[in-house]
């Protein structure tokens, strides 16, 4: 029995507790945004809308699983004096299949997006997963790794897309939630809501980084360990 185990826990395509713990990390203790504070700059500009925010943290799912896979498998076979190049250029490949495809999938999406999408290539977090952990560890983890902080990375996207489109736009995904008119599940006009006005402020890219910071004092207070004493 326990050499089954053993040979469970060290196959190809195990999961056990590392592995979930390359899926879960990202999501909190090691959030690619919020502790390491990488890939930033596209939280600010693609959060104006959820529907944009969804499809930016697709798109960085699918680069970041697969660099990290293909990195891994080619590792040995790198040169360190060429790494890096190499490992631009599988972004390079993995972003244009990403664009393409958006392209031929949503193109109103794809207009919005499409400078956005390329800057995929030089996101810190791709990079730095990969120098960080593909080019040290086996295929399997080097793909769950890669899933792990791309979605660490869309949910605070997400959230913060969310907070900007409701409370600046009054709307959800095209859906609208609170405004002036009966065409909005929560009118503004009656009386009990007559105080409320879209925040216009939302709408700018300065307020994504103000929800960031929330985002990161909300987190830092519930996860202590977080919180840097030195």
Request: proline fraction near 3%; charge should be positive; charged fraction near 15%.
């Amino acid at each position: 029995m326990a050499e089954v185990l053993t040979k469970k826990e060290t196959g190809a395509f195990s999961f056990g507790k590392e592995e979930k713990k390359l899926l879960t990390d990202p999501l909190n203790d090691n959030n690619p945004i919020t502790v390491q504070v990488l890939g930033v700059c596209s939280a600010l500009a693609v959060t104006t809308l959820l529907s944009k925010a969804i499809v930016m943290g697709i798109a960085v799912i699918f680069v970041t699983a697969l660099s990290n896979l293909f990195t891994s498998l080619l590792r040995n076979y790198i040169p360190k004096s060429i790494r890096m190049i190499v490992q631009l250029v599988i972004i390079a490949f993995l972003v244009t299949v990403v664009e393409l495809a958006l392209k031929a999938v949503n193109y109103p999406i794809w207009k919005d997006l499409s400078v956005f999408i390329g800057l995929i290539i030089t996101n810190c977090i791709v990079m730095g997963r990969l120098e960080a952990y593909a080019m040290a560890n086996k295929p399997w983890k080097s793909f769950l790794d890669g899933i792990g902080n791309g979605v660490g990375y869309a949910i605070i996207l997400i959230i913060v897309a969310a907070v900007r489109e409701l409370f600046g736009k009054g709307s959800l995904l095209d859906y609208k939630i609170i405004g002036p008119g009966a065409d909005y599940v929560l009118d503004t006009t009656v009386s009990w809501l007559s105080w409320y006005a879209p925040n216009n402020l939302l709408v700018l890219s300065p307020a994504a980084m103000f929800i960031v910071a929330v985002i990161i004092w909300i987190q830092r207070s519930k996860n202590t360990k977080l919180v840097d004493i030195s």
